[in-house]
Nanobody, 124 residues
Framework: QVQVVESGGGLVQTGGSLRLSCTAS????????LGWFRQAPGKEREAVSC????????AYADSVKGRFTISRDNAKNTLYLQMNSLKPEDTAMYYC?????????????????WGQGTQVTVSS
């Protein structure tokens, strides 16, 4: 059974940094595009960033460009999200997901393997 697990969330002050990680069992990340998504209370889940299977292409939401960096280590079957200059509006549950499709942007409906999420809270 496929299990996707995120880690690295926590409470941080405005301007701080966090690095999220995501791993999976029974799923070979190298065969999938991977993405980070987030959902704040009362809001729809939105794309944060995604990366093509080999890592040669990435996409970011405008709200995180220049602050967040997505990367992957297929040898470790791990996806990362380095988050710098965090803002209170980045507070959300962050989810990792995998897709067999790559469009050049993060289309949430393409992603069919999801983790349970890791909470990121940025205090002002």
């Amino acid at each position: 059974q496929v299990q996707v697990v995120e880690s690295g969330g926590g409470l941080v002050q405005t301007g701080g940094s966090l690095r999220l990680s995501c791993t999976a069992s029974e799923l070979t990340f190298a065969n999938y595009a991977l993405g980070w998504f987030r959902q704040a209370p009362g809001k729809e889940r939105e794309a944060v960033s995604c990366i093509k299977w080999g890592g040669s292409s990435t996409a970011y939401a405008d709200s995180v460009k220049g602050r967040f960096t997505i990367s992957r280590d297929n040898a470790k079957n791990t996806l990362y999200l380095q988050m710098n200059s965090l803002k209170p509006e980045d507070t959300a549950m962050y989810y990792c997901a995998a897709s067999s499709s790559w469009r050049g942007y993060c289309w949430i409906n393409d992603y069919n393997y999801w983790g349970q999420g890791t909470q990121v809270t940025v205090s002002s």
